[in-house]
């Protein structure tokens, strides 16, 4: 199957710090990502849409100006928390779209996460 | 709006089969996934049904109903590494829902020796 990958795989920030995350499709181009959250023993939770050249699409209830999302090629999304604060601890995941079968039919591929934790 | 149902724990042998079913009602339907997650990692791709029927992939097989809003994964002859929670998402349609995936809350699957 296609590869995600995420960097950092682990960061520990201290609250009032950004923090930047980022998530590559590595062997397919992905005009579209995604980043989810994940509370322990929950699911996962879409908080954004990221499409390469134009704005995000935030949830219902997510902070755009606290999740800042920069799409700025087909193989590249960030994530940056601003102003990290306890609460915002989680486990990070983003998704890339592989829609060479078509955009009816396209699989979702994860990258491996990134534990946030704010102290 | 979209409601994926689907139990939260299951216990099985090792060596047995066990199956994990998932119900939902969502605006439009464009495809069903099943994702493996295991603990502290990202989900990974099990399969994808978006006509009614079984998809058989080795030891793991999913089934679709569109008509009744179910599907089901089946794992057989199971290993102690396929204790993990799955993930069942289904995918809505580009109008009514952005085409966009959205999970249910996941069934732990415990596999006992």
């Known amino acids: 199957g296609a590869v995600v990958s995420q960097h950092p795989s682990r960061v520990i920030c201290k609250s009032g710090t950004s923090v930047k995350i980022e998530c590559r499709s590595l062997d397919f181009q992905a005009t579209t990502m995604f980043w989810y959250r994940q509370f322990p023993k929950q699911s996962l939770m879409l908080m954004a849409t990221?499409?390469?050249?134009?704005?995000?699409?935030?949830e219902q209830g997510v902070e755009k100006d606290k999740f800042l999302i920069n799409h700025a090629s087909l193989t590249l999304s960030t994530l940056t928390v601003t102003s990290a604060h306890p609460e915002d601890s989680s486990f990070y995941i983003c998704?890339?779209?592989?829609?060479?079968?078509?955009?009816?039919?396209?699989?979702?591929?994860f990258g491996p996460g990134t534990r946030l934790t704010v102290l | 709006g979209q409601n994926i149902d689907q139990p939260t724990e299951m216990t099985a042998t090792e060596g047995a089969i066990v199956q994990i079913n998932c119900t939902y009602q969502t605006s439009g339907f464009n495809g069903l996934f099943w994702y493996q997650q295991h603990a502290g990692e990202a989900p990974t791709f099990l399969s994808y049904n978006v006509l009614d029927g079984l998809e058989e992939k080795g030891r793991f097989s999913s089934f679709l109903s569109r008509s009744k809003g179910y599907s089901y994964l089946l794992l057989k002859e199971l290993q102690m590494k396929d204790s993990a929670s799955y993930l069942c998402a289904v995918r809505g349609s580009i109008k009514a829902a952005g085409n966009k995936l959205t999970f249910g809350g996941g069934t732990r699957v415990l596999v006992k020796p």
């Open positions: 990221s499409n390469e050249g134009s704005k995000a699409t935030y």
């Open positions: 998704s890339a779209r592989d829609e060479e079968g078509g955009l009816q039919s396209y699989t979702q591929y």
